[in-house]
């Protein structure tokens, strides 16, 4: 096994300093005797979870163990241990304390003890759980972490190697009790399904490994194919858009454009979609409606507006927001928009938008979001429901919620801002002296 260790493994063979997670359990003792065996650095990092009796005995035969051979040795005791979703916070614990090492120490490779049993446990548990396909291609054998890379040296060896390594070199190390409890996924993985399929095929483990490679090289072409595709994607790290140009035709392409760029938006964002969440658009996508939106969960959604598509977060408009505003009166509305009315000449727009009004015009006007039945006087003989002309301009639904309606104290509506004014407002006049609804929006995307 030492041989073909090192002949599979020759970047560790160079001046790079390495950091070794170690937990005392005989995949990563058997990996850190043999990296002693290198004249490269190494140091060993630790984690003390303190969900066992033993561990804090474990630590100490470790620090010892490190101290004895002049091993750098790095500790992480977990004070509080959560009772909710332990495995997932326990990880992540482990990773950032690995990381924060590395940065601190200078070292260039993290090296895990994953071996051949755990990328077959990976395997089947994804593909048990569902995800996608690089989710299923398995545990990787090199990726970035921190300042450096992350190696998985014993990917190709399988844990009964493992095992017979540590009794011909008479290597200490400590069995994790909790592995032989059925309470977890994974274990049950391991002691019930995957003896029963080593029955089956001596080779399991690795046709497991070659199926991981497969779908690994299947993802990189996939991801070179979209890359054009990816790049038309616009953000500003807090929103998400493209055009129907930059969308694959094929539903095919399209899944895959979508998974990655999910992916892309889960390393900035709190965003994690489901398979069942992507092909609900994909689901969507097919249907002739031409706006719609979809949840996506923690206040994400997915939406279309006629050939743009968003991911973005859920806007919180108050559709009974009112305002009431007066002659010479100012208000800012709760998205920030501001709106005055004074007595002026037409067309001194000061930089802002204008809407002129006769001095006939009945106060105080009400500054309002869009109601049904609403109509808009647009020619002497043309009154137009507000929704129907927002139908007929093809105004995305999000700005049609959030724009703002004026409306005198007759009821009578004398703009929708930015959009529209009203037959009834005078055209500008610029030797007049009218009232003037000044204005400065705050659009919706």
């Known amino acids: 096994m030492e041989q073909a260790f090192f002949y599979q493994n020759p970047e560790l063979s160079t001046n790079k300093k390495i950091l070794l997670a170690v937990s005392t359990g005989v995949d990563s003792m058997v990996l850190l005797h043999l990296l002693e065996k290198l004249e490269s650095s190494i140091g060993v990092a630790h984690v003390d979870h303190q969900l066992r009796e033993e561990s804090k005995a474990e630590a100490n035969f470790l620090k010892q163990y490190?101290?004895?051979?002049?091993?750098?040795?790095?500790?992480?005791?977990?004070?509080?241990?959560?009772?909710?979703?332990m495995e997932a916070e326990a990880r992540k614990l482990r990773y950032d304390f690995f990381a924060t090492v590395m940065v601190k120490e200078g070292?260039?490779?993290?090296?895990?003890?994953?071996?051949?049993?755990?990328?077959?446990?990976?395997?089947?548990?994804?593909?048990?759980?569902?995800?996608?396909?690089?989710?299923?291609?398995?545990?990787?054998?090199?990726?970035?972490?921190?300042?450096?890379?992350?190696?998985?040296?014993?990917?190709?060896?399988?844990?009964?190697?493992?095992?017979?390594?540590?009794?011909?070199?008479?290597l200490t190390y400590f069995e994790d009790v909790t592995n032989e409890s059925s309470d977890y996924f994974r274990n049950?993985?391991?002691?019930?399904?995957?003896?029963?399929?080593?029955?089956?095929?001596?080779?399991?483990?690795?046709?497991?490994?070659?199926?991981?490679?497969?779908l690994t090289w299947a993802d990189q072409l996939i991801q070179q194919a979209l890359k054009e595709n990816l790049r038309k994607v616009v953000t500003d790290g807090a929103q998400w858009s493209f055009t129907q140009e930059a969308f694959p035709v094929d539903t095919g392409a399209r899944y895959y454009f979508l998974a990655a760029l999910f992916q892309q938006i889960a390393e900035k964002q709190e965003l994690v979609v489901s398979q069942r969440q992507l092909f609900a658009v994909l689901e969507q996508l097919e249907k002739p409606s031409s706006q719609w939106c979809i949840d996506l969960g923690n206040?994400?959604?997915?939406?279309?507006?006629?050939?743009?598509?968003?991911?973005?977060?859920?806007?919180?408009?108050d559709s009974q927001e009112e305002r009431l505003i007066y002659e010479n009166d100012e208000t800012i509305l709760s998205d920030g928009c501001v709106i005055r009315v004074e007595k002026k000449l037409s067309g001194d727009a000061c930089g802002v938008d204008q809407v002129p009004l006769p001095l006939t015009v009945k106060f105080p006007l009400m500054i309002r979001h869009r109601k049904p039945g609403d109509r808009i006087r647009l020619t002497k003989n043309l009154t137009k429901r507000v929704n129907r002309y927002f139908i007929d301009k093809k105004i995305p639904t999000a700005e049609r919620d959030a724009a703002w309606i004026v409306e005198d104290a007759t009821g009578e509506v004398l703009a929708i801002l930015s959009f529209v004014n009203s037959y009834l407002s005078i055209a500008t006049e610029t030797d007049r002296i009218h009232y003037i609804l000044d204005y400065t929006l705050k659009k919706a995307n």
């Open 299 to 317: 206040s994400w959604q997915f939406v279309r507006r006629y050939n743009h598509y968003f991911i973005e977060r859920k806007r919180a408009i």
């Open 66 to 85: 490190c101290e004895e051979r002049g091993i750098p040795f790095y500790l992480k005791v977990w004070q509080t241990p959560l009772k909710k979703n």
């Open 107 to 170: 070292y260039d490779l993290l090296l895990t003890a994953h071996h051949g049993d755990d990328q077959l446990e990976t395997l089947l548990m994804r593909l048990v759980r569902g995800g996608s396909l690089a989710g299923h291609a398995g545990i990787s054998k090199f990726q970035p972490f921190a300042t450096g890379e992350l190696v998985r040296p014993l990917l190709s060896f399988s844990k009964e190697q493992i095992y017979d390594y540590a009794k011909k070199q008479q």
């Open 188 to 214: 049950r993985i391991r002691l019930k399904i995957v003896p029963e399929l080593k029955k089956e095929n001596a080779q399991l483990l690795e046709h497991a490994n070659q199926f991981h490679q497969q």
